[in-house]
């Protein structure tokens, strides 16, 4: 198998998992170096992703000679939508890292033979943009912001390789909750100094998903031939800011009680803060759960304490 963006908080956690199952894993990243330790039967392959248009080299022809031996291909690059203020500039890289290599990759499978069965190709539930109290399912359409645009641009170039006999799975991934990284022990640090609370009104939905199950999930998906098209990589359970704040509390033994004001996230952050913080879905895996998949973390109450216990 081929993974991209394996080296990131839920790739390294698949790769592993993958490898642990007896496959072979090539990890395709721009830093080879960052895949040290994913375990026996991975290697680490450089690829072009970021490089100027066309350029070509030693590196390149492995991890694309890689794709005519995989079975699948499963596609997480991007950069990070909530490391930085959304500058007019940053804005275009989180577009260009997800649309440009999600292109690389499926110009790839075209000059394949043979070629993997199966696509798993990135997503987010930002694809709906914020829309209240709106139950979600895969059959819903996109949003009308930035983060949906974006989605939008990146799932088409995905579908692509649906025109070459692929299967391609496009899975939209919600707040993964782990205890190493994302944007959880960002939230917790607040309440270990017993200023945690819900951010803006609290009444905004968040679409999580504990990392052991995003990974089960992706690994069902390479396995279970009737997965195709949109995927919710949300637990079945969504939960208002505000009780998720009540949760992280009682894990933590914290009080939820200060609310950090959406005016001040919009000072400080600009249209991220509205994005990813102050609105949100209301996002159910409707599909996943139609076709069988079942979840081991399906509420918030064990997912935390699991998490942060």
């Not at 895949?35 to 694309?64: F, H, I, K, N």
């Not at 799975?169 to 017993?194: I, K, Q, S």
């Not at 509390?249 to 001040?264: D, E, F, N, S, Y």
Request: glycine letters at 12%; charged letters at 20%; hydrophobic letters at 50%.
């Amino acid at each position: 198998m081929v993974v991209t963006g394996g080296t990131g908080l839920v790739g390294r956690a698949l790769v592993a998992a993958l490898a642990a199952d007896g496959h072979g894993v090539v990890v395709a990243t721009r830093r080879p170096q960052a895949a040290a330790g994913l375990g026996a039967g991975v290697q680490a392959l450089p690829w072009p992703a970021g490089s100027p248009a066309g350029a070509r080299g030693e590196g390149d022809a492995a991890w694309r000679d890689a794709l005519a031996e995989a079975d699948a291909v499963v596609h997480l690059a991007g950069a990070s939508i909530a490391a930085g203020r959304w500058t007019p500039e940053r804005k275009e890289r989180i577009r260009a890292s997800r649309i440009e290599s999600t292109r690389l990759v499926v110009d790839a499978l075209a000059q394949a033979s043979p070629r993997p069965r199966v696509l798993v190709s990135g997503s987010a539930v930002g694809y709906y943009g914020p829309r209240g109290d709106e139950e979600l399912t895969e059959a819903d359409g996109p949003g009308h912001d930035f983060l949906s645009e974006v989605c939008v641009a990146w799932e088409a170039e995905a579908r692509r390789a649906e025109e070459l006999g692929a299967r391609v799975v496009l899975v939209r991934t919600g707040l993964v909750l782990a205890p190493d990284g994302g944007a959880l022990p960002r939230m917790a640090r607040p309440f270990r100094f017993f200023l945690g609370g819900p951010v803006g009104s609290g009444r905004q939905w968040i679409s999580w998903i504990h990392r052991a199950d995003w990974v089960e999930m992706v690994r069902w998906i390479i396995g279970n031939d009737a997965v195709s098209g949109p995927v919710n990589a949300t637990a079945p359970q969504p939960e208002t800011s505000a009780a998720f704040s009540r949760e992280l509390g009682r894990v933590l033994h914290r009080p939820a009680r200060i609310r950090v004001p959406a005016v001040a996230l919009r000072l400080a952050l600009g249209e991220m803060a509205d994005a990813l913080l102050v609105g949100g879905q209301r996002a159910v895996p409707a599909r996943a759960l139609a076709l069988g998949f079942a979840f081991r973390y399906p509420a918030l109450p064990l997912a935390l304490s699991s998490v942060m216990g």
